[in-house]
């Protein structure tokens, strides 16, 4: 069993949709829960950031991280034509370990 | 500001051949890591190195060596290229402080 699991897509919503996006994780020891974005052929770039539980919010995004479930969301609101990409989920307590990544498609 | 720089971007190897691939990286990072992307199967951890003068395997370090060679420089040796090391390379720094990774651009390395 992967240390991190994540549905790989693709997914596919018109302009303007709430996207949920989610992960879990197997390792109880993990202490930041992260999110990165990357677009193709290029590398990721960090999203935001979240330490142990809770939600975290950054425009229209909003992380959470439910520990006792061991289940992480990424939520985007009124997406755009300009969020398609890959979203990975990456997890740390010494070294960074990422999911596989969802491709989201937003279609105008 | 450079931030993370690798090299070569593009590397095509015959099967047996050995190879360096290079990082650098300008913003005084203690972690340096190393991860290949294939398709549907994500970043896999290869080496990381926690500070200057040590290294630790990963996910997937069979075929690979790497040297922290200082603070700034990381570097992914292939003594023996395989087909199957066909992929996307990446070279990534963080603070250590706080989980924000930041990335170099890639490395596309086919090897026939």
């Known amino acids: 069993q992967k240390e991190v699991e994540q549905d790989p897509g693709p997914l596919s919503v018109p302009e303007g949709a709430i996207v949920s996006l989610n992960c879990t994780y197997s390792?109880?020891?993990?202490?930041?829960f992260m999110w990165y974005r990357q677009y193709s052929r290029k590398g990721p770039e960090l999203l935001m950031y979240?330490?142990?539980?809770g939600n975290k919010e950054d425009g229209r995004f909003t992380a959470q991280v439910d520990k006792s479930s061991k289940y992480i969301s990424l939520f985007i609101r009124d997406s755009q034509p300009s969020d398609s990409a890959t979203y990975l989920c990456?997890?740390?307590?010494?070294?960074?370990?990422f999911g596989t990544g969802t491709r989201l498609q937003v279609f105008p | 500001n450079a931030g993370v720089t690798q090299t070569p971007k593009f590397q095509v190897l015959k099967t047996g051949q050995s190879m360096t691939l290079q990082c650098a990286q300008d913003?005084?990072?203690?972690?340096m890591y190393w991860y290949r992307q294939d398709p549907g199967m994500g970043l896999r951890l290869i080496y990381y190195?926690?500070?200057?003068?040590?290294?630790d395997k990963g996910e997937v370090p069979n075929g690979y060596n790497v040297s922290r060679l200082n603070k700034r420089e990381f570097s992914l040796r292939l003594e023996s290229a395989a087909p199957s090391q066909t992929s996307v390379y990446f070279c990534?720094?963080?603070?250590?402080?706080?989980?924000?990774?930041?990335f170099g651009q890639g490395t596309r390395l086919t090897v026939v």
């Open positions: 913003m005084n990072h203690n972690s």
């Open positions: 190195s926690a500070s200057e003068g040590t290294t």
């Open positions: 979240t330490y142990s539980s």
């Open positions: 990534a720094s963080e603070p250590g402080q706080a989980p924000e990774a930041f």
């Open positions: 990456a997890m740390s307590v010494v070294k960074l370990i």
């Open positions: 390792n109880s020891a993990f202490q930041y």
